[in-house]
Structures are given as C-alpha cells and as structure tokens.
C-alpha cells in the first residue's frame, strides 16, 4: 500500500497550523486510550547492557554508566504529531510490531525512512519547512525531495513534539523482539537520530546489532536463534560509528561519546572484520610467497651458466626472499607506526605495532573526542581543566594512549 497523507500540494499554511496546535493541545487534555496503544510483540527481551570488561591484552577505560537505564529515549510520554505523522509513523508502527509474525524487512526499512523524512523536516535551520519533504513520501518510493512547494511554518513546540516521538517510535521498531537489525537499518535508525538530536539510545541499539537474538522466519510463535557477536559481519560499519560520534559530540555527553567507542570501534567483530578486509591478503601473500619464490628459483636456476645448477637455486632461492621479506617489514614498519594522522591523541611507548594498526580507528575517535572538548588554538593546549577534561584524560590513559605529549606539543620539542 502506498503511503497516504493528509498534506498536499494545496494544503494552506492555517491547516498545518491548526493541526500542530490541535494534536499538541490533544496530548495535554487527550485520554490516555489516544495515547497508551502498546507498541512491540507478545514477546520481549530484556536488553540489559553488561557492565564494561577490561580486555587482558588492550586496556580500556572503565564503564561510566549503564547504558539500559541511562541511554533509553523516554517513550512513556512522547508529545504526539500531525495527522500526518500519525498516519505515515505511528499507526503503521503499531500495525507492524502487533503483528505475531515476523515483519518485513522492506516495510521496516520504508517505515524508518519515513521517520527519517519527517526527521530532516523537524531539524532544519529555519522555522519554515517545504511541503514537498512530505509530499515526497507519496510521489517518491525513495522519499526524495521534490523541488517547490509550500513553506509550511513549525512552531518551537511542534518541533519537540514530532521530535520526541519520531525519536521513541523509531527506538520501539529497531527494539523489538521480531524485528532484525540489518546494516541498512541501523544506518538509518542512527542518520534519525542525530536529525533528531537525540543519541542517547545509539550505543544499546549498537549492542544489540550484535547481541539481539534473530527471529526465525516463517516459525509460529516465532522462534529466535542466539547470534555470535564476535562474527565479522557484526561490527559497526566505521562510518556508521563516525556519524554516531558526531552527534554525541553536538549534545555535549562526554559519556555517551564513551559508549558509542566502546560499543562500535572496540568491540572484537569490529578487529575480526578489519582483520579480514585489510590484513588478510597481506598475511596470505606471505605465506605464500616462499612457495612462489622456491617455484620460480628451480625454473631459473638452470639457465644460470656461472654457478652450478644446485648453487644457483640456493642463491635465487635465498635472494628473492630475502628481498621480499625485507621489503615487507619495512612496509609494515611504515603502516604500523605512521602518526602523521594523529593530532593529540597518540600511543603510549612500548604499544604492540599490531595493536597500534588495528585500534587506529579507536584512537582516531578519541582524538576527536579530545579535540572537541579542548581548546581549539594550538597556543592554548594544556590549559584545559575541569571534571570532564580529568575524566577524558583518565579515560585515555586507561585505554593505552597518551593525551598531549608533551615532546610534541609547541614549544616543547
């Protein structure tokens, strides 16, 4: 079924109006039946957070919260839409997570893409939005813009209104039980959120990107099957985990940023992966390359007039893979220790150069952290001072790095 809404190419600026304040004085004095509709399955997990555990080999920074209890959106007592909205998300939401079977994953995807739609109209810079963002959804399958349209103003209030519950529904459907969180999902559910301005949920919805049991298709009642959380495709996808950063770092939560590091970039199928994509082919030619050179020295040797055949295969043998092995650790030598990328944060003396290569990404975020909290002119680095600069210095030194050396700091080398 197409998507329906209630606003139109003729829809004047008075209609939206009246309909924001009518809903918006319906969440004050509405019953509590327009309001208490129960989103989710007959079957619920509790998706409890573990405390942080410190890794024997690389050290990180202790657990600052709980995230299940702090990093939750508030979804008792959300602020309801437009009719519009009503139409496009909540009733479709709840239409989709009462269903006893499993849902499909396009309508999941449609569904939060038009929380994303309704999300880039309630976040832009002016009080005015176009009317063609929601048109869009009904002309475009994709949701793109159409150009022209109506300004259709918002108030402040409206805006926190749609806010808050595009925020809870979008949490409730990337929550539930029957629901599985593909790549596509997340990256959209994590673009709404920081529309929204509201990351508070992101590091327990990257937890259960890896930890959510997966429903079973086509079982009655439906049937879930534990996941290795370990496995390469379970990682946080970098730009994912970089986007999620930036919004944590927009609201100020020097905790939050904590999280969603440790919950993306730490976690080991986010190593597993980076291990397969970037170190594998270099590790297998490796190996392999003592039999490609010991092959090419017995076709070689012979045509070797100087020395004997058996000399000649000794000096090829050991030539060639002398050349190529020394070629190959100064290339990792270089890979491994290249800190032209690092701007305060870098590695405590003594850090593993495997190590080093596969936390990079985790010393990159942190180095943004670092800078987003401290002083922006150089002049002025290392006058930084207070509880949060403390805890993010702690937190850093925890994690094996080292924030402002002083050798490279200016003036002090």
């Known amino acids: 079924m197409r998507p329906c809404l209630l606003i ?161 529904t979008a949490y409730k459907v990337i929550k539930d039980p029957n629901i599985y969180i593909t790549p596509k999902l997340l990256s959209t559910y994590v673009n709404v959120q920081a529309l929204l301005g509201r990351p508070s949920s992101l590091p327990e919805v990257f937890y259960l990107y890896a930890y959510k049991p997966v429903p079973k298709p086509k079982t009655i009642p439906v049937k879930y099957t534990i996941p290795n959380p370990n496995k390469p495709t379970a990682h946080i996808p970098l730009p994912v985990a970089d986007a999620a950063l930036t919004a944590a770092i927009k609201t100020k939560d020097l905790s939050l940023c904590f999280d969603i590091i440790h919950y993306s970039v730490c976690a080991r199928a986010f190593w597993n992966s980076k291990f397969l994509r970037k170190a594998l082919v270099p590790i297998s030619g490796a190996v392999l ?36 092995g020394f070629t190959a650790t100064i290339g990792y030598v270089a890979v491994t220790t290249a800190n032209d990328q690092m701007d305060r944060v870098t590695w405590v003396e003594g850090t593993p150069l495997y190590e080093r290569y596969m936390r990079e990404d985790e010393r990159m975020l942190i180095d943004r952290v670092a800078g987003a909290w401290g002083f922006k002119q150089r002049s002025r680095r290392g006058e930084e001072e207070g509880p949060d600069w403390e805890a993010l210095r702690e937190w850093v030194g925890m994690s094996g790095m080292i924030l402002d050396r002083t050798e490279l700091m200016d003036g002090m080398q």
């Open 289 to 324: 390359c003592p039999f490609a050179v010991y092959k090419l020295a017995i076709e070689l040797s012979p045509y070797l007039d100087t020395m004997e055949p058996t000399m000649a295969f000794n000096v090829l043998f050991g030539g060639v893979l002398s050349y190529v």
């Open 8 to 168: 139109r190419s003729h829809t004047s600026r008075g209609l939206v109006e009246s309909a924001f304040n009518h809903v918006w004085a319906g969440t004050k004095h509405g019953t509590a039946a327009a309001r208490g509709h129960c989103f989710g399955s007959q079957t619920s997990f509790d998706y409890t957070l573990p405390p942080r555990r410190r890794n024997s080999s690389f050290p990180r920074a202790r657990s600052t919260s709980t995230i299940a209890q702090k990093h939750v959106p508030n979804t008792s007592s959300g602020p309801s839409l437009s009719t519009a909205l009503d139409n496009e998300v909540v009733i479709k939401a709840e239409t989709l997570l009462q269903s006893p079977l499993i849902p499909d994953t396009a309508e999941v995807e449609g569904l939060l893409q038009a929380c994303e739609v309704f999300a880039n109209l309630v976040s832009g810079e002016s009080q005015s939005v176009p009317a063609s963002n929601l048109l869009s959804l009904e002309e475009t399958p994709n949701g793109a813009n159409v150009p022209g349209g109506k300004e259709i103003p918002l108030t402040v209030s409206a805006k926190n209104a749609a806010a808050q519950l595009i925020s809870s």
